[in-house]
Nanobody
């Protein structure tokens, strides 16, 4: 299983980005996906999840600004990020879980290598 994120960039506060996560060796349909982010020196923090039934969940810090979605036909996960703030600056990771909603870090998950988002004020 390989997950590859893309779309990270440097933007100004208030801007938008769309992150993508393409998978090989893994089918998004019927599985749980999510995004985490990590600032250097800090723990990884959960951002958003999309469950196998398509239901979505968000951390309060991004609710109303970020949207998680997936295209099963393309086997691609997305994170649409609007109204970006400097506090959103982090490495963003795509996560796949065959059994549980992606809310916490646990063994058995698949992780991508990350894509960097930098938001300047």
């Amino acid at each position: 299983v390989q997950l590859v994120e893309s779309g990270g960039d440097s933007v100004q506060a208030g801007g938008s980005l769309r992150l993508s996560c393409a998978a090989s060796g893994y089918t998004y349909s019927g599985n749980c996906m999510g995004w985490f982010r990590q600032v250097t020196g800090e723990e990884r923090k959960w951002v958003a999840a999309i469950d196998r039934d398509g239901s979505t969940r968000y951390d309060d810090s991004v609710k109303g600004r970020f949207t998680i979605s997936k295209d099963n036909a393309k086997n691609t996960l997305y994170l649409e990020m609007n109204s970006l703030k400097p506090d959103d600056t982090a490495m963003y990771y795509c996560v796949a879980d065959r059994y549980f909603s992606v809310r916490v870090v646990r063994s058995g998950q698949y992780w991508g290598q990350g894509t960097q988002v930098t938001v300047s004020s």
